[in-house]
């Protein structure tokens, strides 16, 4: 048992050495992933898989830890498989076989109890959630080398000496080292406690008290697919995007505000003159062919002023005109079901709508429909819209 103190003595110190080394190890070219949301993977992105070797220690409520390494000793493998939904959070299923070491026949009550090599096993099958510490609280860096993560798990145990299960609950510090992209290195340590029947049938003890397990693995980690997250695009990146397009719009915008200053004369200018003056047709103003409105991920929301500029531009043109307006709403395809980006797609339409409405355009000059999750432009984020036509 000593020897396994000592492994978890070195796993704390190798946490506090790697994080010094991650400290040294970001660069200025990743800070910038430092408290700032990332776009969202498909579902196929970001799944992993492990498998690892080690020791264990069974442990009885009462028993010194030098008795419980004399009967309690095990040698195991796990295989796990997981996701990572963010960079700071996922989940992993790992079913764990175990063998114990040196636990020969018992003598229960003046009988010899024997056990045969196959029943001298047990194995346990948990769920696991993930939470990646390094990334909640130092920011998402793709390229740290080494990160800690908290494992807390719930599942069963399986005796096979009596084919008896017990429930299982506890928890796992897993320290992983990154080679690559795909490869990386873990050595992790657990605690588990099951109910007080596990153990009895191993050592003839039926006392009540809890029963605990403790493990240290080292194993491979192996990540398929997208395994790095993209920052997300916001409506500032999207800003960014069409400051030429904006400019026009603002000259355009200019431009009908001066042939509304002109009217005002006018109609100041017939107010004195009582003789009639042929006022000159209004001419037809069309502001663009297609405006797009952009939100961010899972909103309806319209937070950019120079969308709403747009949006006024619209309504202006569509007052003077007498045009129709179209606006069709769209969601990613590669986030969110189908039946919710519809749903989606369409609240995003009506959020344009109503900002219509609001300046004066009747809503029975509005059509509004939506497309659901689409994937018509690059990057796919820019899909997240609400197109608006003058008809």
């Known amino acids: 048992m000593k020897k396994l103190m000592m492994c978890l003595v070195f796993l704390g110190l190798g946490t506090v050495a790697a994080n010094a080394q991650d400290c040294e190890f970001e660069t200025s070219a990743t800070a910038d992933y430092k408290y700032t949301k990332v776009a969202t993977n498909s579902f196929w992105a970001n799944w992993f898989a492990q498998i690892g070797g080690g020791v264990g220690v069974g442990h009885k409520n009462g028993y010194s830890f030098s008795n419980a390494m004399d009967y309690g000793r095990t040698y195991g493998v796990a295989v796990s498989v997981g996701k990572w939904f963010t960079p700071g959070y996922g989940m992993r299923l790992t079913l764990d076989w175990e063998a114990f070491g040196g636990l020969d026949d018992i003598n229960v009550q003046g009988d010899i109890y024997a056990i045969s090599k196959k029943s001298k096993n047990y194995g346990y099958l948990v769920y696991e959630n993930l939470f990646n510490m390094s990334n909640l609280l130092y920011g998402y860096n793709e390229n ?98 069409s400051e030429e397009a904006c400019a026009k719009l603002n000259d355009l915008r200019g431009q009908l505000q001066s042939e509304q200053d002109e009217n005002a004369r006018l109609r100041a200018e017939l107010a004195k003159k009582p003789v009639e003056v042929p006022v000159p047709a209004a001419e037809k103003i069309i502001v663009a062919n297609t405006v797009s409105t952009f939100f961010n991920i899972n909103s309806s929301k319209i937070n950019s002023k120079k969308d709403l500029i ?82």
């Open 310 to 391: 747009n949006i006024e531009a619209i309504a202006t043109a569509a007052k003077n005109t007498g045009a129709k307006v179209v606006i069709t709403g769209t969601a990613d395809s590669k986030t969110g079901s189908s039946a919710y980006n519809q749903t989606l797609s369409e609240a995003r339409a009506k959020a344009v709508a109503d900002e219509l409405i609001g300046l004066g355009v009747s809503s029975d000059k509005i059509e509004t429909k939506g497309l659901g999750g689409v994937n018509d432009v690059e990057p796919y984020t820019l899909n997240r819209r609400a197109i608006i036509e003058l008809k």
């Open 144 to 241: 740290r080398f080494w990160n800690f993560s908290l494992v807390p798990r719930a599942g069963a145990v399986r005796n096979f000496c009596l084919d008896t299960y017990t429930p299982l609950i506890g928890v796992g510090f897993q320290s992983m080292w990154r080679f690559s992209n795909e490869i990386g290195v873990y050595l992790e340590g657990s605690f588990n406690v099951t109910t007080d029947k596990f153990f009895d049938n191993f050592t003839g003890d039926y006392s009540n008290g809890s029963e605990k397990i403790y493990d240290l693995k080292i194993g491979f980690c192996y990540n398929f697919g997208k395994n790095t997250w993209s920052r997300a695009v916001n409506l500032e990146d999207y800003e960014a995007l």
